[in-house]
């Protein structure tokens, strides 16, 4: 079954759900044409159906190869690249004075959740490069730019980026790649990558290396670490491609999903050392990092959500296709039906299209945040926006991937012992969804990060911010007195005071007893999660209502069910923060006794 970007929930979701049709009726977004959002989101939905989707499952049977130091990937892929570049669609947001259009992140981010739902695999390449483009644009000096920019933003040659050592997961500080100063002024890198996504491959001429190391009199943890641009094959000063550069993919592993992205070993320092240009100063690559690894992490969020609308929609298919048994009360002659009728499928189908929409306008809302700390011409909306944006994007990576992996789950679980028949399709999806947990930072660490930091931030300022927005947000529902939202209200408000309390109480013991707030980070990015999207499903609802946007009552339906069926859990997960930590620390007499 092929993909159909579904164009209508998603712009509902960003136009309203994530605010940016009131950030550009501020002005926060300078002469952007809106009515642009649509016609590109309907080009890309074509450009997936007809070029992305068919060559999902060939990458997914057929995988990379690495032979002679060079990896090929699956039939076909070389072409669609060409095609992806050609369409355009790699500088959607890239800047304009290096050929990009230019068009907001959130607009792009409506484009990677299409690409990732026709072909998470191939929309995983240009997800780095873009990352790349970040760090370079924001940290890089003017004479890398100017030969490394353009082509990163055409597509002409794609970005990777290296941190992951065997020694060096989640603490990246412990890496140990060693890069040397040369007398010119440039690096030489000796050491060793893993898991390094389109570490090598063959769709493009060049690919530039970000590569995370340490210089030999640098600090110990992460204030010694620098990057470096370290280009696969030298460029001349005539911008034409120079000397094979001393960096080879020397491995590729062999993985549960995601078979078509090559995931390399890298070997830097065979031939006298990898040939490396610093970007930003010395001992402070993490800060040129970061800006890489949180527009990354947006963009895995994404990849969750593009997974979980993928498997929606072919489950939903499945479902008025396959027959079996009757619906209640029809008599036994009659004939078997569409399983859709009957409640438990209606109920999963429901639970897995409400959490994507949660899901897809958490991680809206975190582009548009990152937009308007980036366009706004008033200093304090752009602060306020970045402390939006820093603290959503944990929440979007963590939430929207966990999402991705339970709807997937789901997705097989609806086509019965078909879903775990691979000619389906349904089985990929499970297994390419179960690394979006992983990498950019583990759910784990992403719950971490929100409550050390972005709850922690200001006494918790951005979350109070938030906070009093869904509590208005509640008010509207309430005040709409429309029978159809039924519990929506009083379910909503009950998670948001959940979520108030949880916060207060994390927020008190953060610094004074960091083992009980740790305890509970994964039931409270989950409580945020649940919250916060089901406030946006509710704000969509009322928006369809008083819109010419059609079909209101769907909307209202979905949010209604997300509220009394998700939302619904968040007194729970409050106690399982502000109760459950005691056990969590008490957990060695059980785990080692
Ligand atoms: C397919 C694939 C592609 C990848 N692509 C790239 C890439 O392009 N570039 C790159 O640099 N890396 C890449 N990675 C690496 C990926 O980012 C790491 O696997 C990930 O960050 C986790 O590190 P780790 O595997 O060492 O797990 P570990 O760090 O060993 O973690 C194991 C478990 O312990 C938990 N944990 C670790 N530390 C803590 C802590 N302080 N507190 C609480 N829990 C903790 C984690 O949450 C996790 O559950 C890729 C990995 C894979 C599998």
């Given at each position: 079954?092929?993909?159909?970007?579904?164009?209508?929930?998603?712009?509902?979701?960003?136009?309203?759900?994530?605010?940016?049709?009131?950030?550009?009726?501020?002005?926060?977004?300078?002469?952007?044409?809106?009515?642009?959002?649509?016609?590109?989101?309907?080009?890309?939905?074509?450009?997936?159906?007809?070029?992305?989707?068919?060559?999902?499952?060939?990458?997914?049977?057929?995988?990379i190869?690495?032979?002679?130091?060079?990896v090929?990937t699956?039939?076909?892929?070389?072409?669609?690249?060409?095609?992806?570049?050609?369409?355009?669609?790699?500088?959607?947001?890239?800047?304009?004075?290096?050929?990009?259009?230019?068009?907001?992140?959130?607009?792009?981010?409506?484009?990677?959740?299409?690409?990732?739902?026709?072909?998470?695999?191939?929309?995983l390449c240009p997800?780095l490069t873009?990352?790349?483009?970040?760090?370079?644009?924001?940290?890089?000096?003017?004479?890398?730019?100017?030969?490394?920019?353009?082509?990163?933003?055409?597509?002409?040659?794609t970005g990777t980026m290296?941190?992951?050592?065997?020694?060096?997961?989640?603490?990246?500080?412990?890496?140990?790649?060693?890069?040397?100063?040369?007398?010119?002024?440039?690096?030489?890198?000796?050491?060793?990558?893993?898991?390094i996504t389109y570490g090598d491959h063959?769709m493009t001429?060049?690919i530039?290396?970000?590569?995370?190391?340490?210089?030999?009199?640098?600090?110990?943890?992460?204030?010694?670490?620098?990057?470096?641009?370290?280009?696969?094959?030298?460029?001349?000063?005539?911008?034409?491609?120079?000397?094979?550069?001393?960096?080879?993919?020397?491995?590729?592993?062999?993985?549960?999903?995601?078979?078509?992205s090559p995931t390399c070993?890298?070997?830097?320092?065979?031939?006298?050392?990898?040939?490396?240009?610093?970007?930003?100063?010395?001992?402070?690559?993490?800060?040129?990092?970061?800006?890489?690894?949180?527009?990354?992490?947006?963009?895995?969020?994404?990849?969750?959500?593009?997974?979980?609308?993928?498997?929606?929609?072919?489950?939903?298919?499945?479902?008025?296709?396959?027959?079996?048994?009757?619906?209640?009360?029809?008599?036994?002659?009659?004939?078997?039906?569409?399983?859709?009728?009957?409640?438990?499928?209606?109920?999963?189908?429901?639970?897995?299209?409400?959490?994507?929409?949660?899901?897809?306008?958490?991680?809206?809302?975190?582009?548009?945040?990152?937009?308007?700390?980036?366009?706004?011409?008033?200093?304090?909306?752009?602060?306020?926006?970045?402390?939006?944006?820093?603290?959503?994007?944990?929440?979007?990576?963590?939430?929207?991937?966990?999402?991705?992996?339970?709807?997937?789950?789901?997705?097989?679980?609806?086509?019965?012992?078909?879903?775990?028949?691979?000619?389906?399709?349904?089985?990929?999806?499970?297994?390419?969804?179960?690394?979006?947990?992983?990498?950019?930072?583990?759910?784990?660490?992403?719950?971490?990060?929100?409550?050390?930091?972005?709850?922690?931030?200001?006494?918790?300022?951005?979350?109070?911010?938030?906070?009093?927005?869904?509590?208005?947000?509640?008010?509207?529902?309430?005040?709409?007195?429309?029978?159809?939202?039924?519990?929506?209200?009083?379910?909503?408000?009950?998670?948001?005071?959940?979520?108030?309390?949880?916060?207060?109480?994390?927020?008190?013991?953060?610094?004074?007893?960091?083992?009980?707030?740790?305890?509970?980070?994964?039931?409270?990015?989950?409580?945020?999660?649940?919250?916060?999207?089901?406030?946006?499903?509710?704000?969509?609802?009322?928006?369809?209502?008083?819109?010419?946007?059609?079909?209101?009552?769907?909307?209202?339906?979905?949010?209604?069910?997300?509220?009394?069926?998700?939302?619904?859990?968040?007194?729970?997960?409050?106690?399982?923060?502000?109760?459950?930590?005691?056990?969590?620390?008490?957990?060695?007499?059980?785990?080692?006794?």
């Amino acid at each position: 079954m092929t993909y159909q970007a579904p164009i209508k929930d998603m712009l509902l979701a960003l136009n309203h759900g994530a605010g940016l049709k009131a950030a550009v009726e501020a002005g926060h977004y300078g002469d952007f044409d809106a009515d642009l959002t649509a016609a590109v989101l309907e080009e890309a939905g074509k450009f997936a159906s007809d070029v992305l989707a068919p060559l999902n499952r060939v990458g997914d049977q057929n995988g990379i190869k690495l032979q002679d130091g060079k990896v090929t990937t699956a039939p076909g892929w070389p072409d669609a690249y060409k095609r992806w570049t050609e369409g355009g669609w790699n500088a959607v947001s890239g800047p304009e004075s290096f050929g990009g259009q230019g068009l907001p992140l959130a607009i792009n981010a409506a484009c990677t959740e299409i690409w990732s739902a026709s072909n998470v695999a191939f929309g995983l390449c240009p997800l780095l490069t873009l990352s790349a483009i970040e760090a370079l644009d924001a940290h890089g000096s003017d004479e890398l730019k100017k030969i490394y920019l353009g082509k990163l933003v055409s597509g002409e040659w794609t970005g990777t980026m290296q941190l992951t050592e065997p020694q060096a997961g989640s603490d990246v500080g412990a890496l140990r790649t060693r890069a040397e100063r040369a007398p010119d002024g440039t690096y030489r890198l000796k050491g060793a990558k893993i898991f390094i996504t389109y570490g090598d491959h063959d769709m493009t001429d060049n690919i530039v290396h970000f590569v995370l190391a340490r210089l030999p009199d640098a600090p110990a943890g992460t204030k010694g670490i620098s990057l470096f641009l370290v280009p696969k094959f030298l460029v001349n000063a005539d911008g034409s491609l120079g000397a094979r550069n001393d960096i080879y993919p020397s491995g590729v592993e062999h993985k549960l999903g995601m078979h078509a992205s090559p995931t390399c070993t890298m070997t830097m320092g065979d031939h006298g050392g990898a040939i490396g240009y610093l970007i930003g100063e010395e001992n402070q690559g993490m800060r040129c990092m970061f800006t890489m690894m949180n527009q990354a992490r947006l963009g895995v969020g994404l990849e969750g959500v593009g997974i979980a609308d993928r498997a929606y929609q072919q489950a939903l298919g499945y479902a008025q296709e396959r027959r079996q048994g009757r619906a209640v009360g029809k008599s036994a002659d009659s004939g078997s039906d569409p399983i859709i009728v009957h409640p438990d499928i209606k109920r999963t189908l429901m639970q897995m299209r409400s959490l994507t929409a949660a899901a897809r306008t958490i991680c809206y809302a975190t582009a548009v945040a990152l937009d308007v700390a980036a366009r706004a011409t008033d200093a304090k909306v752009r602060s306020e926006a970045a402390a939006r944006g820093a603290l959503l994007t944990p929440i979007a990576k963590a939430f929207s991937t966990d999402v991705g992996n339970e709807v997937a789950y789901l997705g097989v679980q609806v086509h019965g012992g078909m879903g775990f028949i691979e000619e389906t399709g349904a089985a990929q999806h499970y297994r390419d969804a179960r690394i979006t947990p992983i990498y950019e930072g583990t759910n784990g660490i992403q719950a971490i990060d929100l409550v050390t930091r972005k709850l922690a931030a200001n006494g918790g300022a951005a979350v109070w911010a938030l906070l009093d927005e869904l509590g208005e947000t509640i008010k509207q529902v309430e005040g709409s007195n429309d029978p159809a939202f039924g519990g929506t209200g009083q379910k909503l408000h009950d998670a948001l005071a959940s979520l108030t309390r949880t916060s207060r109480w994390l927020l008190e013991r953060v610094t004074s007893a960091p083992n009980d707030a740790l305890a509970g980070a994964t039931p409270y990015l989950r409580l945020f999660g649940a919250t916060v999207g089901g406030c946006y499903l509710a704000s969509e609802a009322l928006a369809a209502r008083s819109g010419s946007f059609g079909e209101p009552q769907r909307y209202v339906a979905l949010a209604r069910f997300f509220a009394e069926n998700i939302a619904v859990q968040a007194p729970s997960l409050e106690k399982s923060v502000t109760d459950g930590a005691e056990m969590v620390n008490g957990a060695d007499a059980v785990l080692l006794g």
